[in-house]
C-alpha cells in the first residue's frame, strides 16, 4: 500500500512538471503569433486551453483522492497543499499565453505591436518561456536552491514591463491610445506569466523546508 501511495506522489509530481511544459509551450507559441500575426499559430495555442483546464482538473482530483485516503502529514501533506496552489498557478500560466494568443487573433490580419515595442516583446517572450523552463526544472529537482534563483529572475521582465510605460507615454507616440492599451494589456499578460513562475518557486521551497522564503521585505 505504502509503495504505491508512493508512486501515486511521484506521478503527482511529475504531473505538475508537465503541465509547466504545456504552459511554456504555449507562450512560446503564444509570442510568436503576436510577432508574426500568425492566425493558424494563434489558433493552435488557443486550442491548447482544454489540455490545460484537463490536466489541472485531473491533478486536482488525484490530490483530493489521496487526501480522502491517505491522510498525508508532515513533508507528505506539504507536497498536496503545495501542489493544490501550484496547479493554479500553472493553470493561470496557461490562461495568460492563451490570452496574448488571443489579443493576435483579434487584430487579425492587423498586427497588433508597432514596430517600436516588437523588440520588447520578443525579449518579454524569451524570458518568460526562459523562466517557464526554470519552472519545469524545480519541480523535477525539488531544488530549493535552484527555487530561490528563481524568484530574483523576474527583475528582467519587470524591467522590460516599465520599458513599456516608456515608450507608449512619451510625448511622440505616434500610434495612439487604442495600441497603447493593447500593449498594456500584453505587458500585463507577460508581467504576471513571470509571477506566477515567481509563486511557484515559493511554493517548493515552504514544500522542502516547511518554510516560505520571499525576497520581499
Not at 503576436?34 to 482544454?50: F, M, N, Q
Not at 531544488?143 to 530561490?148: H, R, T, V
Request: aromatic share 6%; glycine share 6%; net charge negative.
Amino acid at each position: 500500500m505504502r509503495e504505491q501511495y508512493n508512486v501515486t506522489l511521484g506521478t503527482l509530481a511529475a504531473d505538475l512538471a508537465s503541465m509547466c511544459g504545456l504552459a511554456e509551450a504555449a507562450m512560446e507559441s503564444a509570442t510568436r503569433a503576436l510577432l508574426t500575426a500568425d492566425l493558424a499559430v494563434a489558433e493552435h495555442t488557443i486550442s491548447g486551453r482544454e489540455a490545460i483546464d484537463r490536466a489541472a482538473a485531473d491533478w486536482e482530483h488525484q490530490a483530493f483522492g489521496v487526501l480522502a485516503l491517505q491522510s498525508p502529514v508532515a513533508l507528505d501533506l506539504r507536497i498536496m497543499v503545495s501542489g493544490l496552489h501550484i496547479v493554479a498557478d500553472l493553470q493561470r500560466m496557461g490562461g495568460l499565453a492563451i490570452h496574448v494568443a488571443e489579443l493576435a487573433r483579434r487584430r487579425h490580419p492587423a498586427h497588433v505591436l508597432p514596430v517600436e515595442v516588437e523588440r520588447v516583446f520578443a525579449e518579454m517572450g524569451r524570458v518568460a518561456v526562459e523562466q517557464a523552463d526554470s519552472t519545469r526544472k524545480v519541480l523535477l529537482s525539488r531544488d530549493a536552491e535552484l527555487a530561490a534563483e528563481l524568484q530574483t529572475k523576474d527583475e528582467a521582465m519587470d524591467e522590460l514591463h516599465r520599458s513599456l510605460f516608456t515608450l507608449t507615454s512619451a510625448p511622440g507616440w505616434p500610434h495612439g491610445i487604442p495600441a497603447a492599451v493593447d500593449i498594456t494589456l500584453l505587458g500585463r499578460f507577460y508581467e504576471r506569466f513571470s509571477d506566477h513562475t515567481v509563486e511557484v518557486a515559493e511554493r517548493v521551497i515552504f514544500l522542502v523546508t516547511g518554510e516560505f522564503r520571499s525576497d520581499e521585505t
